[in-house]
């Protein structure tokens, strides 16, 4: 618990406690930007409170209304906010970015309700295109038509000229149509991939189905957008994430677009938005490298981190448990990074200073994982190291207090507790369900537990994931009183995870996640006092303003 009480000493019990005044320039100066007549949460306990906010440059310089009037000059420019709620900005853990943006302007399948619709809008979305141009874009889900899983002879006929590559939800299982697997090579004598699937029908021909690992062949069939085209991506998930009240994100990515395009936007000035990025750890020399020529970036662009994925997801049933799946007997899941591979990155990244985080989501995956960070911890020994698991869906319970013990960070997604809990009954039975998505008994625990989107497969919206945390009611609306409702959290809870427990994950809590003097000026001001409304409409608040490093970047 060493990292728990840190962070406490770090933020104390007051939000003025966080940075020392003085720490930062100008803290002596008439304010820049005072923002005054508000109710502030400040992120530094369940109920502190204030009322006005001054900022000189880029970080907060006073809060408080006796603060901020006596800090505030003839050149200062005040704002009254009119009894507006205000936040500190929140920090989105885990995003595939540039894909995410990506798709904002690619078909969507998502809510296709039954093969019959979801065929019709593929080719639609073919007509549409010219001839020969890849359609990509879906999001589509199975088990929102009882989970008979899609195959190219659905959609050869609507897509003679087209080759589609749509993805699943999850991002870890493509449909291809025959166009698509000859343009990648792929037919009955393809070997399987390492870490992947080639789905095959009982003549051993493809069906189109293509997961994780082996999704490679056709990334590379597909090929890449220019820099010209990925950075306009960029921009625009960009905007739509500060829309959103979302001021910082770590993109946790299996390939580096994201941190070029971040890197190119940076070179020509402020990105608006704050990036953490998690590289490759099987590539986590070059990173090295990297930070021994340019150091690990700034407060817009950071780096330093690595990721690696361990299994699949619970949808494709390639997540990796110790039992069979019970709607596939045949299956336990895969792992997609071999054990030994996994030991070796690990021990070297972080021998040499950077932080890991590993996909886990199937019980046994988490245990294989959980099991290789206390080796490497042990092998390593003691430092500052912040270990985080990702999305940390399912467990033994013998696992849940290992992150407390371990000092790891769970980095976890509320939004797929209510998504994959309108169907995961279906894969892996009840028993197996009491101790997934368990973010209560993670929290309870004293684990540091932050929370993110992993956008696109839920919405980048923080609302909805708070919503999800404190209520847990499934999409379908049939747990209208909460799934496993033992692990729901408090709202305030929640929104730590979204805020202080964010910058403690990166690194960030003396500069980020709270509402203090000298901490950077990052704040979200909404319609409305997520403490005073039904929990039931917070995704019904509207963000009004969205502030970064002092300057208004939307509203």
Same mark, same amino acid.
């Given at each position: 618990?060493?990292?728990?009480?840190?962070?406490?000493?770090?933020?104390?019990?007051?939000?003025?406690?966080?940075?020392?005044?003085?720490?930062?320039?100008?803290?002596?100066?008439?304010?820049?930007?005072?923002?005054?007549?508000?109710?502030?949460?400040?992120?530094?306990?369940?109920?502190?409170?204030?009322?006005?906010?001054?900022?000189?440059?880029?970080?907060?310089?006073?809060?408080?209304?006796?603060?901020?009037?006596?800090?505030?000059?003839?050149?200062?420019?005040?704002?009254?906010?009119?009894?507006?709620?205000?936040?500190?900005?929140?920090?989105?853990?885990?995003?595939?970015?540039?894909?995410?943006?990506?798709?904002?302007?690619?078909?969507?399948?998502?809510?296709?309700?039954?093969?019959?619709?979801?065929?019709?809008?593929?080719?639609?979305?073919?007509?549409?295109?010219?001839?020969?141009?890849?359609?990509?874009?879906?999001?589509?889900?199975?088990?929102?038509?009882?989970?008979?899983?899609?195959?190219?002879?659905? @959609? #050869?006929?609507? /897509? %003679? $000229?087209? &080759?589609?590559? +749509? *993805?699943?939800? !999850?991002?870890?299982?493509?449909?291809?149509?025959?166009?698509?697997?000859?343009?990648?090579? @792929? #037919?009955?004598? /393809? %070997? $399987?991939? &390492?870490?992947? +699937? *080639?789905?095959? !029908?009982?003549?051993?021909?493809?069906?189109?189905?293509?997961?994780?690992?082996?999704?490679?062949?056709?990334?590379?069939?597909?090929?890449? &957008?220019?820099?010209?085209?990925?950075?306009?991506?960029?921009?625009?998930?960009?905007?739509?994430?500060?829309?959103?009240?979302?001021?910082?994100?770590?993109?946790?990515?299996?390939?580096?677009?994201?941190?070029?395009?971040?890197?190119?936007?940076?070179?020509?000035?402020?990105?608006?938005?704050?990036?953490?990025?998690?590289?490759?750890?099987?590539?986590?020399?070059?990173?090295?490298?990297?930070?021994?020529?340019?150091?690990?970036?700034?407060?817009?662009?950071?780096?330093?981190?690595?990721?690696?994925?361990?299994?699949?997801?619970?949808?494709?049933?390639?997540?990796?448990?110790?039992?069979?799946?019970?709607?596939?007997?045949?299956?336990?899941?895969?792992?997609?990074?071999?054990?030994?591979?996994?030991?070796?990155?690990?021990?070297?990244?972080?021998?040499?200073?950077?932080?890991?985080?590993?996909?886990?989501?199937?019980?046994?995956?988490?245990?294989?994982?959980?099991?290789?960070?206390?080796?490497?911890?042990?092998?390593?020994?003691?430092?500052?190291?912040?270990?985080?698991?990702?999305?940390?869906?399912?467990?033994?319970?013998?696992?849940?207090?290992?992150?407390?013990?371990?000092?790891?960070?769970?980095?976890?997604?509320?939004?797929?507790?209510?998504?994959?809990?309108?169907?995961?009954?279906?894969?892996?039975?009840?028993?197996?369900?009491?101790?997934?998505?368990?973010?209560?008994?993670?929290?309870?625990?004293?684990?540091?537990?932050?929370?993110?989107?992993?956008?696109?497969?839920?919405?980048?919206?923080?609302?909805?994931?708070?919503?999800?945390?404190?209520?847990?009611?499934?999409?379908?609306?049939?747990?209208?009183?909460?799934?496993?409702?033992?692990?729901?959290?408090?709202?305030?809870?929640?929104?730590?995870?979204?805020?202080?427990?964010?910058?403690?994950?990166?690194?960030?809590?003396?500069?980020?996640?709270?509402?203090?003097?000298?901490?950077?000026?990052?704040?979200?001001?909404?319609?409305?006092?997520?403490?005073?409304?039904?929990?039931?409409?917070?995704?019904?608040?509207?963000?009004?303003?969205?502030?970064?490093?002092?300057?208004?970047?939307?509203?």
């Amino acid at each position: 618990m060493i990292a728990r009480r840190r962070l406490l000493a770090v933020a104390g019990g007051t939000a003025a406690a966080a940075v020392a005044p003085g720490a930062f320039a100008g803290a002596d100066e008439p304010l820049d930007i005072a923002y005054i007549n508000a109710r502030v949460w400040t992120g530094a306990g369940p109920d502190t409170r204030t009322d006005a906010i001054g900022i000189k440059g880029d970080r907060i310089a006073a809060i408080g209304a006796d603060a901020v009037r006596a800090r505030t000059g003839k050149r200062t420019q005040v704002v009254d906010l009119d009894g507006a709620f205000v936040t500190p900005g929140f920090i989105d853990a885990h995003v595939h970015f540039v894909k995410a943006a990506t798709m904002l302007s690619q078909p969507s399948l998502r809510d296709a309700e039954n093969p019959r619709e979801f065929i019709a809008r593929i080719a639609a979305a073919a007509k549409a295109l010219p001839k020969g141009q890849w359609l990509e874009g879906g999001n589509w889900d199975q088990d929102r038509w009882g989970g008979e899983m899609p195959n190219r002879s659905w @959609i #050869d006929p609507v /897509t %003679p $000229d087209t &080759p589609v590559a +749509v *993805i699943r939800y !999850d991002l870890h299982m493509l449909l291809l149509n025959s166009l698509a697997l000859r343009l990648a090579g @792929i #037919d009955r004598n /393809t %070997p $399987d991939v &390492p870490g992947g +699937v *080639i789905e095959r !029908d009982a003549r051993g021909e493809p069906t189109g189905i293509i997961k994780d690992a082996a999704k490679d062949l056709v990334l590379r069939a597909i090929g890449e &957008p220019t820099p010209d085209q990925i950075d306009a991506v960029t921009r625009e998930g960009i905007a739509v994430a500060l829309s959103k009240g979302v001021t910082q994100v770590h993109p946790t990515e299996l390939e580096s677009i994201s941190f070029d395009s971040t890197r190119r936007l940076r070179a020509a000035g402020e990105t608006g938005l704050r990036f953490r990025h998690y590289l490759p750890l099987k590539d986590w020399e070059a990173q090295v490298d990297l930070i021994a020529r340019e150091g690990r970036g700034d407060d817009w662009v950071q780096w330093g981190g690595c990721k690696v994925v361990f299994d699949g997801s619970l949808g494709s049933r390639t997540a990796r448990f110790y039992e069979p799946y019970a709607d596939d007997p045949t299956t336990r899941g895969i792992i997609v990074t071999d054990p030994a591979d996994l030991r070796r990155w690990m021990e070297g990244a972080d021998k040499a200073g950077l932080q890991v985080t590993a996909h886990a989501i199937g019980d046994e995956a988490n245990d294989i994982v959980l099991d290789t960070i206390a080796a490497v911890a042990a092998a390593n020994g003691p430092r500052d190291r912040r270990f985080r698991v990702e999305h940390v869906q399912h467990m033994k319970p013998h696992a849940l207090p290992r992150f407390a013990q371990q000092d790891i960070i769970a980095s976890v997604q509320p939004y797929h507790a209510i998504d994959d809990g309108r169907w995961a009954v279906r894969r892996i039975g009840e028993e197996r369900l009491k101790t997934s998505f368990a973010y209560g008994s993670l929290v309870r625990s004293g684990a540091h537990v932050c929370m993110g989107s992993d956008w696109p497969v839920a919405p980048i919206d923080p609302l909805t994931g708070l919503d999800a945390a404190v209520n847990r009611e499934t999409l379908d609306g049939k747990n209208p009183h909460g799934w496993h409702p033992e692990q729901r959290i408090t709202l305030a809870q929640a929104m730590r995870g979204y805020t202080r427990e964010g910058a403690y994950a990166g690194f960030n809590e003396t500069r980020l996640g709270l509402i203090a003097p000298g901490l950077l000026a990052d704040l979200a001001v909404w319609d409305s006092d997520f403490f005073a409304i039904d929990s039931h409409s917070l995704t019904k608040i509207k963000a009004l303003r969205t502030i970064v490093g002092g300057i208004q970047r939307f509203g």
